[in-house]
């Protein structure tokens, strides 16, 4: 059984940081492309980065580049979310996915996807 387990939210002001972290089980994490998207209940995904298994190939959405950075670390299942200068529009609750397709991570038709992290940014 797939397994995703977000941490590292909460609430923070703007020009802050914070990194997400999601571990996973039950998959051979290193095969399978990761990402995080964010969505509020009610509102559309919105995909906001993307890695591909060996991290050779990275993808961030235009309202987050430059800010935030995606990695991982295979050894320990475990892929990151460095999010700086947040802003309010940050605000969202982020969920780490994963797919055996980059291209279903990247556009947010994941097979698999945890339980989310409340990131809320204050001004």
């Known amino acids: 059984q797939v397994r995703l387990v977000e941490s590292g939210g909460g609430l923070v002001h703007t020009g802050d940081s914070l990194r997400l972290s999601c571990t996973a089980s039950g998959l051979l994490f290193s095969d399978y492309p990761m990402g995080w998207f964010r969505q509020a209940p009610g509102k559309e995904r919105e995909v906001v980065a993307a890695?591909?298994?060996?991290?050779?190939?990275?993808y961030l959405a235009d309202s987050v580049k430059g800010r935030f950075t995606i990695s991982r670390d295979n050894t320990k299942k475990t892929v990151y979310l460095q999010m700086n200068s947040l802003k309010v529009e940050d605000t969202d609750v982020y969920y780490c996915?994963?797919?055996?397709?980059?291209?279903?991570?990247?556009?947010?038709?994941?097979?698999?996807w945890g339980q989310g992290t409340q990131v809320i940014v204050s001004s």
């Open positions: 996915s994963a797919d055996a397709t980059y291209n279903k991570v990247k556009n947010g038709g994941v097979r698999y």
């Open positions: 890695i591909s298994g060996g991290a050779e190939v990275t």
